[in-house]
T-cell receptor
């Protein structure tokens, strides 16, 4: 079965510092990986998906199939980046085909 | 707007009561997911339906049940409510003919008093 892990429950950085939110997954096939962001317990919003290879709000994420990772990075954190970040995996197979990690709360300090 | 609609937005009820939460997925999406998010907690997967049939079940209590109707909207029924059931309940939908993005509703905030 597929699984997503995010080892950090809370990550605090200072404004302007680089930030990396870690995500690892386990799945035997070729999944799609996503990052979702949730501000102040609002609706979850899609931030990035690996197939689009784009940068949103300065965030990037690269899928590393060898390490089964999809870490989210931003070179200079801003206070408005403070939110809950969820890594998610989507796979076309029987069973739950959209799996979320436990989430990492990012706190950007002034 | 994600296209996923959840009603009601807020619900306050007493312990022991029963409530029904409703979700209308995006047009064309066959899969519906329900998640519970308690205060300062992550998303807890409850259950998934695909085209009217239960596809996967997570940490859903026996007091909770769900169904997906022929028009693809879904309802989550919570009974014998306890204080600990107070949470945000999110619904999400996806096409699920292959791997792809899930779209979230704004959630129903349930308060049990």
């Amino acid at each position: 079965a597929q699984r997503v892990t995010q080892p950090e429950k809370l990550l605090s950085v200072f404004k302007g510092a680089p930030v990396e939110l870690k995500c690892n997954y386990s799945y035997s096939g070729s999944p799609e990986l996503f990052w979702y962001v949730q501000y102040s317990r609002q609706r979850l919003q899609l931030l990035l998906r690996h197939i689009s290879r784009e940068s949103i709000k300065g965030f990037t994420a690269d899928l590393n199939k060898g390490e089964t990772s999809f870490h989210l990075k931003k070179p200079f954190a801003q206070e408005e980046d403070s939110a809950m970040y969820y890594c998610a995996l989507s796979a076309d197979n029987y069973g739950q085909n959209f799996v979320f990690g436990p989430g990492t709360r990012l706190s950007v300090l002034p | 707007d994600s296209g996923v609609t959840q009603t009601p937005k807020h619900l306050i009820t007493a312990t022991g009561q029963r409530v029904t939460l409703r979700c209308s997925p995006r047009s064309g999406d066959l899969s519906v997911y329900w998640y519970q998010q308690s205060l300062d907690q992550g998303l807890q997967f409850l259950i998934q339906y695909y085209n009217g049939e239960e596809r996967a079940k997570g940490n859903i209590l026996e007091r909770f049940s769900a169904q997906q109707f022929p028009d693809l909207h879904s309802e989550l029924n919570l009974s014998s409510l306890e204080l600990g059931d107070s949470a945000l309940y999110f619904c999400a939908s996806s096409v699920t003919t292959g791997a792809g993005e899930a779209f979230f509703g704004q959630g129903t905030r349930l308060t049990v008093v």
